[in-house]
């Protein structure tokens, strides 16, 4: 098994922990920060996430991970009556609620502070489940599953947008360069925390994905699982059911 990725590697915290006083560090930067280093793709890759799950029709959505609540403000523009963007972070989630109340969504959306791996929620709560960029920082990636695998209602949807690893030249090589030196820099740049996104790559070049990722998810008791490439395979969309 390979070894567990932490923000902080002479933290003594639990990986939960180091996420959560990461994330916190790196908030008030955070929406900016990621347009740079993604060039603006992640913004195509979520709006595939919405429609996918706009074409299901939920009348209630999850956005685990929610960080500044993005995903989450952008499914408002589906059916939903009830939508709750869940993080850890207490400082993702205070800029989620300003951009929130700055477009008047407070009656559509709530920002709960929980641990997604103990989802404050009874059995077959939601139509649509969402996480971006978030699984890969689960501590223990099958307990989470499982928690969402819990409380999506039977025949609901959950889908996964995360990070995952080209695999054909010069793409394979141009990502290895790109993550393993120059997002790591431009972060430093940036951000108070230099730790953050050094662990962002790390973590991402060490989280399974494909095939491996669908088969943990299928372990887990999700159906229908299907998993399509973006851009590359620099990130990949996940699709499932309960």
């Known amino acids: 098994m390979a070894k567990e990725v932490k923000p902080y590697k002479n933290s003594e915290l639990k990986k939960k922990q180091q996420v959560e006083q990461m994330f916190d560090n790196i908030s008030t930067g955070y929406d900016d920060l990621n347009r740079v280093i993604s060039f603006g793709t992640d913004l195509a890759w979520r709006k595939k996430v919405i429609k996918i799950v706009k074409d299901s029709k939920p009348k209630s959505i999850l956005d685990i991970a929610t960080g500044t609540g993005d995903l989450a403000i952008a499914l408002a523009d589906s059916e939903a ?3 709750v963007g869940l993080d850890i972070s207490a400082g993702m989630l205070s800029v989620g609620q300003q951009k929130i109340n ?3 969504l407070q009656d559509r959306i ?3 502070q ?3 791996e103990k989802l404050p929620y009874s059995d077959n ?3 649509a489940i969402t996480v971006a960029f978030g699984v890969r920082n689960f501590e223990n990636l099958d307990k989470g599953l499982s928690e ?3 409380v999506l209602r039977k025949n609901g949807v959950f889908v996964i947008l995360e990070t995952s690893v080209p695999s054909k030249f010069p793409f394979k090589q141009g990502y290895a360069v790109y993550t393993k030196f120059i997002l790591p820099m431009i972060g430093r740049l940036f951000s108070k925390d230099k730790s953050a996104y050094q662990y962002l790559s790390e973590s991402a070049s060490k989280f399974p994905y494909g095939k491996k990722l ?3 998810l299928e372990k887990n008791g999700f159906t229908n699982v299907e998993f399509k490439p973006q851009t590359f395979g620099a990130a990949t969309i996940y ?3 309960k």
């Open 81 to 83: 009556e009830k939508i």
């Open 102 to 104: 700055q477009k008047k």
């Open 110 to 112: 709530e920002m709960v």
């Open 114 to 116: 929980a641990d997604s």
């Open 125 to 127: 709560s939601f139509d």
């Open 148 to 150: 969402i695998q819990r």
């Open 214 to 216: 669908c088969n943990i």
């Open 239 to 241: 699709t499932a059911s």
